[in-house]
């Protein structure tokens, strides 16, 4: 694939922002870590669509906090349709770790992952899918 390079005005704060975001994650330079972002952001935009993909939420939270347990339940039976299966993991006395195994239209999979992104008090949510290579649902 040819390369092609064009200027892009930034912010001071935000030059530096990606600076060391690249120096962060280790990327060799901002080029790569702005084809890195940028694709990263497209794809996202993509999910918002009706095409079938498969995948996993993983949460990491405490299970002390008030109230936590019980909202995950039940946002959890809001797509029991998407949602295949999940693991518990207690990692200590506190920490628990859960992977959620989904599958289901990406625009739902992620709705599920902006709902789970508002619940207070979790430490970690991560939505991973990729395309199951079925045609898209009308
Ligand atoms: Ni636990």
Redesign the pocket.
């Known amino acids: 694939m040819s390369v092609v390079r064009f200027g892009v005005s930034l912010e001071k704060d935000l030059l530096a922002a990606l600076d060391l975001y690249a120096e962060e994650n280790m990327f060799p330079n901002r080029s790569q870590a702005l084809r890195y972002l940028i694709s990263h952001c497209l794809a996202e935009k993509k999910w918002r669509c009706n095409n079938p993909v498969a995948g996993s939420v993983t949460l990491m939270y405490n299970?002390h906090r008030r109230d936590l347990v019980s909202k995950l339940t039940a946002l959890q039976h809001d797509y029991h349709e998407e949602i295949l299966s999940s693991v518990?993991?207690?990692?200590d006395g506190d920490?628990?770790?859960?992977i959620i195994a989904v599958s289901g239209t990406a625009a739902r999979l992620t709705e599920l992952a902006d709902r789970l992104h508002s619940v207070k008090g979790l430490d970690f949510v991560r939505l991973t899918i990729t395309g199951t290579g079925k045609n898209p649902q009308a």
Do not use: V
């Open positions: 299970h518990h993991f207690h990692l920490q628990c770790m859960e």
